[in-house]
């Protein structure tokens, strides 16, 4: 470290998890996914020199376990205050953790002048297990489409990076009840899945390849949209023997059934959920439908309603 008084500013960006290709590796590779970097839902925190750890803010359990881990495997002080302005809702399928893990990650590197990739700190915090879209949309934000794992991968790679059109909105449904799986129950989860049919991997790759990819570079809303929508019947159907149903939430799928009739398309839920999502072409339509929801569905007290973009960008991290 050169210079104590520096002061680090790190933007991990949200995502939503719109699915899984092959979840048993019957074409060669396992898992493999899509996923979207979104904008107004991020963690925010600030990095300074202390005498002592201290983790002010959102999140601060979270953030202070995975500092000391970082700090102690870079062989670094700990001797820092951190700041975290807001953070990403914990284990709600918007990437949480994957994020505080890279923020953290990145703020090290940078006050420590260390050198390391996005790559290298999602290796030391063990992300990128499964999923590589959390790492992609910190790397680059957009849509993103990892490759899965194969017998050599370290953190699965990203294969496609698309500009999602500014336009297009992204509503999400958020049960405040509960969480989604995650740490063990997750594991075990994935371990309790029946093989994944290999026609139905192959089908979703075409649909994916041919369709979805196409239909975003073509600004094609409703033909991507139909294609997520296809791609979340196929895993949710998957994982119902393990989380009861097609989307862990009734609240949140009653919701998403009437979005579906009001002409909104990729029609999902990110990752285990709780929390469903929809896109819509355009703010004026999400912002309507939301008054709409609001009125229709007060009577359930728990769910929250939010309208998001796209971020076409990755993660920031800034030298004060």
């Known amino acids: ?29 396992h898992f493999g996914s899509i996923g979207v970097a979104l904008d107004e839902i991020a963690t925010r925190l600030s990095m300074v020199c202390s005498d002592k750890l201290l983790v002010t803010g959102h999140s601060a359990e979270r953030a202070e376990k995975c500092t000391r881990a970082l700090c102690k495997e870079l062989n670094v002080s700990d001797q820092l205050k951190i700041e975290i302005e807001t953070a990403i ?12 893990s890279l923020a953290i990650g990145s703020a090290l590197n940078v006050f420590y002048e260390i050198g390391l990739s996005v790559r290298d700190i999602a290796q030391l915090t063990d992300r990128g297990m499964r999923s590589g879209i959390g790492i992609g949309v910190f790397e680059q934000g957009g849509l993103v489409v990892d490759g899965g794992r194969g017998e050599f991968t370290e953190t699965p790679p990203v294969i496609s990076h698309m500009d999602i059109p500014e336009q297009w909105r992204f509503i999400l449904v958020f049960d405040q009840r509960g969480q989604g799986f995650h740490g063990d129950q997750e594991i075990n989860a994935f371990k309790e899945l029946p093989t994944f049919p290999a026609e139905e991997a192959a089908r979703l790759c075409y649909l994916l390849m041919m369709q979805g990819l196409p239909a975003v570079a073509e600004q094609d809303i409703t033909r991507f949209g139909d294609v997520i929508t296809k791609i979340q019947e196929s895993v949710g159907k998957h994982f119902s023997s393990v989380q009861g149903n097609i989307f862990t939430s009734s609240d949140v799928t009653e919701v998403l059934q009437w979005l579906k009739q009001q002409g909104a398309v990729a029609i999902g839920q990110t990752s285990w959920g709780p929390t469903g999502f929809c896109a819509v072409d355009n703010a004026k339509q999400a912002d309507l439908l939301i008054i709409k929801m609001q009125q229709k569905f007060a009577h359930f007290k728990q769910l929250r309603f939010v309208a998001t973009s796209a971020r076409n960008s990755g993660g920031d991290v800034f030298l004060d």
Not at 6 to 29: E, Q, T, Y
Not at 89 to 100: A, C, D, I, R
């Open 1 to 29: 470290m050169k210079d104590p008084d520096r002061k680090i500013s790190v933007v991990a960006p949200a995502r939503l998890h719109m699915g899984f290709i092959d979840l048993s590796g019957s074409l060669g590779r």
């Open 89 to 100: 809702p914990e284990h709600v399928g918007l990437g949480s953790g994957t994020q505080m």
